[in-house]
């Protein structure tokens, strides 16, 4: 038994087979009910236990060596086989067009609007799309049972220690950036979040957020109002205003949402600004003292200011797309759109 065992181990890797026909007799020969590799282990059977420790494994090492190396063979003959059984094959024949790829119109957007801060100054930040509570919610000033919490449907992880849950927006990661970064910081976040929201044509129930952040000394909502500026001039063009409208967030003090004028009908009013001649793009304000004393920033002698907005909002903008829906379906009629901007 040990000189055909070790015989068999050298012969396998040698084994060579000009068709798949040879290489099924191959089979055969190892491994067939008569084959010599089955023969091996029906006198594996007779001999004494100690025999049994000392080549058993030897000898399943061989057959799988030999299923390995068959398999090998078949395997390098089923193109050659799967053409012969086409017939004749047409070789001028021309091939099936191949559509090009094309970036999503989020992707495009995302890249635009980092492009736009990143030239004055700016750096991107990213940040986990699982959060817990601190950075979620209590370090921005949500303090527990806050009904501004209510602001959020949050999709919380079940039975999970501490409380984990889908980020609902991209400041957690301004959190994440305070909390390691010495001032001056000036940051953007870009990221996918996700609200508990039932889905339409202007809701889901997951969506994309670009945040900035500035902290540095004597920073003031002039700065924020100067950046807006350029952001909105740089986004939709050189003749474009921004007005600035109180608001709340918990984490900003004073808060603000921002539109631009209308891109479409310039002011006049339009079903897009529903004849108002401004259409809302973000929300902006100066960073509360409370979130920067969280994130260990001495607020007595830094301040700053951060702002968020939506990409697929300024995407529909953009494109003038009226269903949000469009942008999560993968309909190649809709992407193939935007292929010329890519």
């Not at 999503?104 to 635009?112: G, I």
């Not at 952001?231 to 063009?237: I, K, Q, S, T």
């Not at 600004?273 to 902006?284: D, N, P, R, T, Y």
Request: proline content about 4%; some cysteine.
């Amino acid at each position: 038994m040990k000189e055909l065992l070790e015989k068999l181990l050298s012969e396998i890797p040698s084994l060579r087979a000009n068709n798949a026909d040879e290489a099924e007799q191959l089979r055969i020969k190892y491994l067939g009910k008569k084959g010599a590799i089955t023969q091996l282990f029906e006198d594996f059977r007779n001999i004494s236990a100690d025999e049994k420790k000392l080549w058993g494994k030897p000898l399943n090492e061989l057959k799988t060596l030999a299923q390995q190396k068959i398999e090998e063979l078949k395997n390098s003959f089923n193109n050659t086989t799967s053409f012969s059984k086409q017939g004749n094959i047409d070789l001028s024949r021309p091939s099936d067009v191949l559509l090009n790829g094309a970036m999503h119109p989020l992707t495009l957007v995302e890249n635009k609007i980092n492009e736009i801060f990143m030239r004055i100054g700016f750096s991107v930040a990213d940040g986990p799309e699982i959060e817990d509570d601190w950075h979620n919610f209590t370090a921005l000033n949500f303090p527990e049972n806050h009904p501004a919490r209510d602001m959020q449907d949050t999709f919380f992880i079940k039975q999970s220690s501490p409380s984990l849950s889908l980020r609902t927006h991209t400041s957690s990661v301004q959190v994440r950036v305070m909390e390691t970064e010495e001032p001056p910081i000036r940051m953007i976040m870009p990221g996918r979040v996700y609200r508990n929201e039932a889905v339409s044509a202007r809701a889901h129930c997951f969506f994309h957020q670009v945040e900035g952040l500035y902290i540095d000394k004597d920073v003031t909502f002039a700065d924020l109002k100067q950046t807006l500026q350029y952001f909105a001039l740089e986004m939709f063009g050189n003749k474009t205003k921004i007005r600035l409208r109180p608001s709340y967030f918990p984490f900003t003090e004073i808060s603000a949402e921002a539109d631009v004028s209308c891109m479409f009908c310039k002011g006049k009013g339009c079903h897009i600004c529903k004849h108002s001649g401004w259409v809302e793009i973000l929300g902006c304000g100066m960073v509360d003292p409370a979130v920067l004393e969280n994130c260990n920033i001495n607020n007595n002698e830094y301040s700053g200011y951060a702002f968020g907005m939506g990409i697929e909002r300024i995407a529909m903008l953009l494109y003038e797309i009226n269903d949000l829906r469009l942008f999560s379906e993968n309909d190649m009629r809709f992407l193939k759109q935007f292929a010329s901007e890519t």
